[in-house]
């Protein structure tokens, strides 16, 4: 039952990360802002649905697992991304946008890490699948993840130095 409720809030934290995405990018473009990293966006949203899928599919074959302590981890890990998504306001995206002329956030927690977002997915993609003793999942896909963020991380810092 745990497995589900987990499940479920999963898919909706993405969900409504998507709407705010969403919104942002309307809000980004109509002030001018730039799109970049197209290539490889939608490698990220196959990355982050096959890694659902992933800890479903683990679970039914020999999830039987419960690690309340990461469980505890895990929500402290989605209160640091609401507040590195109420950090970014507008500018915060699940795409690469930068309007031109505008300098990079460096308030909060960016005083300290330049990409604390990243930091965090890094963290959840290894977090969440071992609240249930998904090993495979957690390697595997913290393994695809550190490919996809190495492209991911250097077009971002292209794009915040203006080249």
Known sequence: MI???VMIFLVAQRIAELIVARRNEK???ANGAVEYGKEHYPLIVVL???FI????AEYMLNGHM???WLLVVYILLVIAKAIVIGTLGHYWNTKIY???GSKPVATGIYKYIKHPNYAIVICEIAVIPMIFGLYYTAIIFSALNAMM????IKKENQVLAGV
């Open 3 to 5: 497995f589900l409720v």
């Open 98 to 100: 930068r309007i031109p």
């Open 66 to 68: 419960f690690y309340w």
């Open 48 to 50: 982050h649905t096959a």
């Open 149 to 152: 963020l190495y492209v991911r």
């Open 27 to 29: 809000w980004l473009l």
């Open 53 to 56: 899928l992933s800890l479903i």
